[in-house]
Structures are given as C-alpha cells and as structure tokens.
C-alpha cells in the first residue's frame, strides 16, 4: 500500500487554465503539506495543514489554494495557470507537527505539473 | 530565517569508496533538527538522517553517518561503502523547534547535492 499517494502523476496544461493535485495519506498523520520543487530541483514549503487547519502559509499566490477536507487529504487548487508555476509539486505528511515530536515527513512521489 | 547551504552542486565517488557532502546553515535558534534526505531518479523524497540539535552524539544510520558540529552550524553526510543505488540527489534540511518545542514541520531545504556512484 502507497503511503502518501498523489495524482496525477503528470499533468499538461495550458497557461490559463485551473487545476487540481490530489494528495492521500494512509499513515493515520495529522499533519499535511505540498512542496514545489523548481526547475532548478530547489524545494520550498507552500502549505501546511494540521488536522484540516492551515498552519503553515508561505508567500505563494493567491492562485494556489489547499483543500483539507479531511486529514488524510489535501488537495492543491491553482487558478489561471501561469508558465513559471511549472515545477514538481511534491504532498508530504507526518504525525503531528504541533507536538515537537514530529520529525519525519513522509513525501509523495510528486507530480510533475508542466504549462505550455 | 534560516538558511541551509549546500557549496558542492555534483560529487562523485567509485563504487564501495567513501565519499563527505558537505551543509552549513544558518541561524540564531538553540533547538531544531537537521535532515539528509535523498532524492534518487525515481523522483521520491527518502529520510536517509537526521540529527538532533541538543545531541552531541552524531547521528548514525548503517553506512550512513553524520558530523555535526553545533558551534560552527556544520552538518556533513558521511557515505561509507558507496553503493551505486546511493545515486541520487541529496539534500540537507533544517527545522526549527519554537520554545514549546513544536515545529509546525516547517522544513528549509538547501539547493541540493547530486551524488553519483561509478562502478
């Protein structure tokens, strides 16, 4: 069983359009987050979320909004696609990030979002 | 804000030969954690260490290995015995603690390291 799963794999689109990554945990985590890995492979945190609460919020635009509707999910939402939005964008998850304990993050295999 | 630097973009080593990656970071907190993770073609993040801050105890993990030297903000990756499946990308992670010692998970990745292993 895959532990943190995403989908899609890979996704085209075109500039303009919105789209969503799925992510899943099975691991029974708390805490949820999404990476964007650059073309230059550099990862930075977008979001976190933490029994559906936002708790981690880094400067990303506006177009990009994560959805917990549950905790083992968080999907990423992003609105009129632009070209530099082309990257990896990686789900993770761990126990509980609140506790200080939590010190493993658990990575999805990523999707591969690429806008022409 | 912290910062994770990683001066070595490509290293490579021979097979069954050891090989030292190099981090140093940046910052002004007493307790956090630091990380290698590592990222082969497949595309998959991988846990390889990590260390605690107020250990003095490096870190090991079978050929894996750590030296950690607080004062200096060092944290280098031993690789004992390369293995040619130890070819990946390899990156160096920080993350604070506040005074609760809560996290919030908040990792600061460096630029990464790209290791390959010949035979």
């Given at each position: 069983?895959?532990?943190?799963?995403?989908?899609?794999?890979y996704?085209?689109?075109?500039?303009?359009?919105d789209k969503?990554?799925?992510?899943?945990?099975?691991?029974?985590?708390?805490?949820?987050?999404?990476?964007?890995?650059?073309?230059k492979?550099?990862?930075?945190?977008?979001?976190?979320?933490?029994?559906?609460?936002?708790?981690?919020?880094?400067?990303?635009?506006?177009?990009?909004?994560?959805?917990?509707?549950?905790?083992?999910?968080?999907?990423?939402?992003?609105?009129?696609?632009?070209?530099?939005?082309?990257?990896?964008?990686f789900?993770?998850?761990?126990?509980?990030?609140?506790?200080?304990?939590?010190?493993?993050?658990?990575?999805?295999?990523?999707?591969?979002?690429?806008?022409? | 804000a912290q910062?994770?630097?990683?001066?070595?973009?490509?290293?490579?080593v021979?097979?069954?030969?050891?090989v030292?990656?190099?981090?140093?970071?940046?910052?002004?907190?007493?307790?956090?954690?630091?990380?290698?993770?590592?990222?082969?073609?497949?595309?998959?993040?991988?846990?390889?260490?990590r260390?605690?801050?107020?250990?003095?105890?490096?870190?090991?993990?079978?050929?894996?290995?750590?030296?950690?030297?607080?004062?200096?903000?060092?944290?280098?990756?031993?690789?004992?015995?390369s293995?040619?499946?130890?070819?990946?990308?390899?990156?160096?992670?920080?993350?604070?603690?506040?005074?609760?010692?809560?996290?919030?998970?908040?990792?600061?990745?460096g630029?990464?390291?790209?290791?390959?292993?010949?035979?």
């Open positions: 069983d895959t532990a943190v799963s995403q989908t899609p794999k996704l085209v689109t075109q500039m303009g359009n969503s990554i799925k992510c899943e945990q099975n691991l029974g985590h708390d805490t949820m987050y999404w990476y964007k890995q650059d073309s492979k550099f990862l930075k945190i977008m979001f976190s979320y933490n029994n559906k609460e936002l708790i981690i919020n880094e400067t990303v635009p506006n177009r990009f909004s994560p959805k917990s509707p549950d905790k083992a999910h968080l999907n990423l939402h992003i609105n009129s696609l632009e070209l530099g939005d082309s990257a990896v964008y789900c993770a998850s761990s126990p509980n990030a609140r506790t200080g304990l939590d010190n493993e993050q658990f990575f999805g295999p990523g999707t591969r979002l690429t806008v022409l | 910062t994770v630097t990683q001066s070595q973009p490509e290293m490579s021979q097979e069954a030969e050891t030292t990656l190099s981090c140093t970071y940046d910052t002004s907190e007493s307790n956090y954690y630091l990380f290698w993770y590592k990222q082969p073609p497949s595309r998959q993040m991988i846990l390889v260490i260390q605690e801050a107020y250990k003095q105890q490096n870190a090991t993990e079978n050929r894996f290995s750590v030296n950690f030297q607080k004062a200096a903000k060092s944290f280098s990756l031993k690789i004992s015995d293995q040619l499946g130890d070819t990946a990308m390899y990156f160096c992670a920080f993350m604070k603690l506040d005074a609760g010692g809560t996290s919030y998970g908040k990792l600061t990745f630029q990464g390291t790209i290791l390959t292993v010949h035979p």
